[in-house]
C-alpha cells in the first residue's frame, strides 16, 4: 500500500501544480470506504478502531511511526504549495502594473500615424489633378512604338527567312513565317505589305523546293548536320521523317507526303528484293546467308520505314496505303523466300537438312518478330506458310530420292540375277538384303527429316506446320507414297511385256509379303512416333491407313506370284510348244525314248521348284491340295526320287490312250476342275500351277497336230514319264491325271492309225530313262 | 450326225446350244440377206467318213435353231469364212489325209472356196428343230453338196491357215506359213494379186490370222505372227516395201488372232497365248492402249461387237467367253456434257448409286462350255447375238444381257 499512496501523493501534487482545481471530479473519484486513509469517506474513528483490533502491537507502533511520517510529510507538502501560489500572485501583480504603464505610449503613436495618413492623401489628389489631362497621349505613343516594332520585324522578315535557310534552321524559319503569314495575309491587299509577302513566299518556296528536294533525295542532304550515325548512304528515316513534319507544316497534304514518301523509299526495297531475287535461282550462296542477307537488310529496313510510317502519318488512310506497300513488298519477299527454300530443298543432297532448317528457323522467327510489329495480314501465317513449302518440298525431294532408290535396287537385283545364274545365288538373302537396304533407306529418310521437328526450332509446334508437314508431307506423301509406290512399281513389273526374268517376280513377290508383314507396319508405326502424327479424325482422314497399303502389298505380292507363274510355266510351255510344232509326228519311227524337251522341262521344273521352296514354305495358309498333306511328310530328298511304281499307282493310271470316253465320265463325275486357278502363297500351289500351265499347252499343242502311229506312242512315252515325275510337284494329283489323260486322249484322236503302245513297253521305256 | 439342239432356260437370255458328234474349231457368222441371224460350223473329224458344214439360223421368236448341212468329205474342217459381200460364198481350210498303199499316211493342210447351194423354199420348215423334236427332225435333214468354186496351188504356200474376206472387193488374203497371199475373186476364178512373204528381216514369221482394216476402203490388213508381233500390211504397196505397222511382243508367246475396231480408226485388238486381251492403236505401237488379262491360258479370239464397238468378245482354251465393255477406249463419247448440264444433281446421284456404270467391265461369261473354245463371233445382223464353239463340239448362242443392252442403247 505504500507505493500507492507516494504514487497517488505525487499525482496529487501535479495536479494541483497545474493551478487548477477540480473538486467536483475529485469527489467523484474518490472512494466511499471508511477506511481508505486517502478516500472521501475516511472516518478516523473507525480506522482507529480496526487498526486497534486487528493488529498486533509491533505492527501498531510500525504503523504509528510511519502515520507520523506521513503526517509530517504533508505538512510541509502543504507549506510548500501555499508559498509557490503567493510568489505567483505577486508576479501577476507586477505584470499588471507595467502593461498599464505600456498602454500610455501606444496612444501616443497611433495619433502620429493618423496624421501621417490624412498629409499622403492630400498629395495624391494634387498629383491626379495635374496629370489627369495627358494619359490618352502616352497610351497612343506606347501602341505606336509596338506597332512600329512589328512593322519592323515585318520589314526584316525576308533577309532573317533568308539567313535561316541558310543556316538549315528550316525549323525556326517556318515558325517565323507561319507568325507572320497571318498578319501578311489580312493586309495583302495593301501595296506596301505587298512585296514584303511576295519576297516571303518566293523564299518560302524556295525552302520548299529545297526540302522536297532533300526528301527525294533520300533525306540525306549534304547540308544537314544532324543525325550522324547514318551510315552508307541508306536514307536515314529520322531525318526523312523530320523533312516530312516540316513540309507538312509548309502545308503539304498527308496524303501526297505519304505517297512520296513510299515512292521514296521503294527504289531501295525494289533494289533489295532485285538483289535477293538473283540470289534465289542459284545455290551459290548457302541459304542460312541468304536469309540472313534478306532479314538484315530487307526486313529491317521495312521495320523501320513502317514504325516511321506510322508515326509521322497516324491517319487511316496513310495506314491502308502502307499496309498496301508492305503488303507487295512482302508478297515478293516471300516469294522469293519460297522460291530459294524450294530451290534448296530440290537441290542440296543428303545433307542441306540441317541447314534448310536453320535457315527456315531464323527465317520464320524473324519475320514473327515484325509480326509484333505489323499485326495485319497474317505474316507469321504466310511465314509459317513458305516454312511449310520448303519443308514439304524437301519431304518431297527425299520421296523422289527413295523412289530412284527403289528403281536402282530394282534394276541391281534384275542385273544380279541375270549375271549370277538362278542357281548359284541365294534368292532369301537377295531378298533379305533388299529389305534391309529399303527399309534402312526409308527410316534414313525420315530421320533426316527429324531435323524439322528438332525443339529449339520455333516453327516446329506450331500445329499448321504439323497438319502440313508432318502429317500431309511426311507421312501421307513421302511414307504412304513411297509404300505404295514401291507395291504398284514391283506390280508393274508383273505387267510388262515382254515379261522380266522369272525370278525376280519370285522374289519381289515373296519380297511384297514379307514387306507388308514385317516392315510396313513397323514403318508406319514409326514414322507416327518419330513425326508425332495424332491420332485424330482428321489426321485419319489425310492418310493412307495401313490396312489399306497391307491390301495393296498382298495384291502385288498376288499379282507378281501369278506373273511369276505364267512367265515360268510360260517357258515351259514355249519350250513344249516349239518341240510339239516342230516334229513331224506322222512320219517317225517307233519311240525308243523319252523326248529330251520332256526331260528338260522336267530338270527345269526342279530348278523352278528348288527357287520357289527357298522362298516359300511347303504349306500354303490352307486350301492347299487334297494330297499335300502326305507329301509334306516327305523329306525333301525323297522329292527327287521318281514315284514309287506300285501296284496302287499304276492302277490308277495308266498311260493308255482311253479315248474321249474317259475324259468325259471324269467330267461327268468329278466338278469342274479348276485348271489354271490363282495360285497361293506356297510352295506347292505356286509349282502345280507352273506344272498345269505347261501341260496345258501341250495338250493344245497336240491338238493342233496330226499323229501316226509311233507319234501316238512317243506321247504315251511322254506323257507316262511326265506322270512319274510330276506328281511330287503338285498339290493335287488328280488335276495332273486329268491333264495327262486329256492329252493322251487329244493325241489319240488326232491320230490316222490310233494303236497304242503296249503299257509294260512304255512303262519300260520310262524305266530305262 | 446326231443333232440335238436344246434351249437352257435362263432368267434373262438363255443361251441356245446346239451340239456336233465331232470335235469343231470353225465357226463364222454368215451376213445373210434377209438380215436372219445366222452362223457356219465346220466339224473336225480326222477318221470321220463325213465332215460337215452345218449353217444354222437361228430363231428369236421360239429361241430355236434351223439347220441346213453340206457334205465336206473326209477333209476335216479347220477354218471355215463367208464372204461379208456375198452370203453364199464360203471357203474353208481343211486337213486332207492321203493314204498311199496304206502304209505310208501323209496329210496336207488346203483350202478351197465353196458355193452354198441356195435354199429350196419347202426345206425350212423340215429343218426347224425346236426342243421337242430334236431326235426325230435329225434323221429327216438331208445333206446338200457344196458347190467348189476352186482353189489354187500357191509358191511356197505351207499350210494354210484361214481366208480373211475383203469387207467391200471381191477379194480376200490367205493367211498361210508362206506368208499372206492376196487373192482376187472377181469374175468367177480365183487369181493371185500379191504375196506377202512372211519374213521379218532374216528371220521366218509364221502368220496364224489376219484381218483387213475397215477403214480408208480397207487397204490395209495385219496379221497375227507365232512370234507374238503384229504385223499390218498395205496392199497397194509392193510387198518388197515391207510391213506397214509393226507391233513386237504383242503377246508373250503366240498371237492367235487380231480385229480391227469397225468404228474407231487405227484401233486395234489382238489375243495370244498369254491369255491376255491388248488393245493397240496402231500409231503408237510401242505400248498397247488397254490390256485385259481375263483368260487363264490362251486367248484364242477377239472380236469387236460390229455396231457398239465397246463391246468385245473374246474366247479361250480355259472355256471361258467373254463379253467386256470397254467403254474407255470406244469410239462412244465418254460421256455427253449435256447430260452433265441438264440435270446434274440426277447424274450425280445415279453415278453415285451405280459408281461401276460407265467404267470397263465384264459384262458377262459363257459358262457352258467345258472344252477350249478356239472361236467367238458376233452375229453379222444383230448386234446383241453372239455365238461360241468348243473344242467337245458344242456351239452356244448367247444373248448380250438385257441389262446391258438397254443401258448402251438408252
Known sequence: AEPDRSSRNSRLRSFYQQGQVESDAASVGLNVDPCDIDGAGFDPEVYLSKLLQEQPLTSLMAKEQQMVD??????????????????????????????KSDFHRMEQEMNNLAESVSAMSQQAADVRQHVGGKRAELKRLAGVSALLHKLQYLLDLPARLTELRREGAHQQAIRAWQQ?????????????????????????????????????????????GGEGGSGGGAPDARQLAELVDLLGQLGESEADLS?????????????????????????????????????????????????????????????????????????????????????????????????????????????????????????????????????????????????????????????????????????PQLMAGLLTELVDAVKAALAGLQAFLATDVSFSLKPAFRERFCVRAVRQELLAGFLNHQATQCARLAQLSPTPPPLLLLLLSRYCLDFRNSSLH????????????????????????????????????????????????????????????????LQGIEPRSVRAVVKRVVEDLAGID??????????????????????????????????????????????TPSTLGNSLLHRLF?????????AEFGRASVVSGVVRLALKTLLECVRLKTFGRYGLQQVQVDCHYLHAFLWRYVSDDSVVHFLLEEILASAAHRCIDPVSMEQSVVELIVERD | SIIKSEIKMDIDDPPVIYGLETQARALCSVPALDDSQQFIIGTQGLRVEHNQLHLLTFDADSNSVSKRIFDHGRDEIWSVSVAPHNPNLCATV????????????????????????????????????SSEDALTSSSLSSVESLQSIGSIELEQQGEPRCLAFHPERAEAVLVSDGGLYQLGLGSGAVRLLAHLPAKDGRSQLRYWHAAWNPHHSAQQVIAACDSGGLRGFDVRCPPSDGPVVVIDNAHNGQARCVDYNPNKQYYLA?????????????????????????HKHWACCVQFNPYHDQLVLSGGTDAKVYLTNNRSISSEPVLSLDDDLDDDDDDDDRRQQQPELDEDRTVSVVEEHEDSVYAAVWCATDPWLFASLSYDGRLVISHVPKSEKYRILL
Open chain 1, 70 to 99: 506521513q503526517i509530517r510529510q504533508l505538512d510541509s507538502d502543504m507549506q510548500t504549495l501555499v508559498y509557490d501560489n503567493y510568489s505567483k500572485f505577486i508576479s501577476a501583480t507586477d505584470t499588471i502594473r507595467k502593461m
Open chain 1, 180 to 224: 507572320a503569314d497571318r498578319v501578311l495575309s489580312r493586309y495583302a491587299d495593301l501595296p506596301s505589305f505587298r512585296p514584303i509577302r511576295a519576297d516571303c513566299l518566293a523564299i518560302m518556296a524556295e525552302l520548299r523546293a529545297q526540302l522536297w528536294k532533300r526528301f527525294n533525295e533520300g533525306g540525306s542532304g549534304t547540308e544537314s
Open chain 1, 259 to 427: 505517297a512520296a514518301f513510299l515512292r521514296q523509299a521503294d527504289p531501295r526495297m525494289q533494289r533489295l528484293l532485285g538483289d535477293l531475287e538473283a540470289q534465289a535461282g542459284s545455290l551459290q550462296d548457302d541459304v542460312l546467308q541468304f536469309v540472313d542477307q534478306g532479314c538484315n537488310h530487307l526486313v529491317s529496313e521495312l521495320c523501320i520505314l513502317i514504325a516511321v510510317f506510322g508515326d509521322i502519318f497516324p491517319s487511316p488512310e496513310s495506314r491502308a496505303k502502307l499496309e498496301a506497300y508492305h503488303e507487295s513488298v512482302m508478297r515478293s519477299y516471300l516469294a522469293i523466300v519460297s522460291k530459294r527454300f524450294c530451290l534448296e530443298a530440290r537441290e542440296s543432297g543428303g545433307t542441306g537438312d540441317s541447314l534448310l532448317v536453320r535457315a527456315c528457323d531464323r527465317f520464320h522467327r524473324k519475320l514473327q518478330a515484325m509480326h509484333r510489329l505489323v499485326t495485319e495480314g497474317e505474316l507469321s501465317v504466310r511465314a509459317l506458310a513458305v516454312v511449310c513449302d520448303a519443308a514439304a518440298e524437301r519431304a518431297g525431294a527425299v520421296r523422289a530420292q527413295l523412289d530412284l532408290r527403289l528403281t536402282a535396287a530394282l534394276s541391281g537385283l534384275r542385273s544380279q540375277l541375270a549375271t549370277a545364274g538362278a542357281r548359284s545365288v541365294s534368292l
Open chain 1, 522 to 585: 513397323y514403318l508406319c508405326t514409326l514414322a507416327d512416333e518419330q513425326f508425332l502424327v495424332p491420332e485424330s479424325p482428321q489426321a485419319e482422314a489425310l492418310v493412307t491407313p495401313v490396312s489399306e497399303l497391307s491390301a495393296v502389298y498382298s495384291d502385288s505380292a498376288a499379282e507378281l506370284l501369278q506373273a511369276y507363274v505364267c512367265a515360268s510355266g510360260g517357258t515351259l510351255a514355249g519350250m513344249l510348244r516349239k518341240s510339239v510344232d516342230a516334229r513331224d509326228w
Open chain 1, 610 to 655: 528348288a527357287s520357289v521352296s527357298s522362298l516359300y514354305d511347303e504349306a500354303p495358309s490352307g486350301g492347299g491340295g487334297r494330297g499335300g498333306g502326305d507329301r509334306s511328310s516327305d523329306s525333301s530328298a525323297s522329292r527327287l526320287a521318281r514315284r514309287p511304281l506300285t501296284a496302287a499307282s499304276r492302277s490308277q493310271w495308266s498311260a
Open chain 1, 670 to 678: 468329278s466338278d469342274k476342275v479348276d485348271l489354271l486357278g490363282p
Open chain 2, 94 to 129: 481343211f486337213n486332207r489325209v492321203t493314204m498311199d498303199s496304206g502304209t505310208n499316211p501323209s496329210v496336207a493342210k488346203r483350202w478351197c472356196l465353196w458355193k452354198l447351194p441356195e435354199e429350196e423354199d419347202n426345206q425350212t420348215p423340215r429343218h426347224r428343230n
Open chain 2, 270 to 294: 489382238s489375243s495370244g497365248d498369254d491369255g491376255a486381251i491388248r488393245f493397240w492403236d496402231t500409231r503408237q505401237p510401242s505400248n498397247p492402249v488397254k490390256m485385259l488379262r481375263l
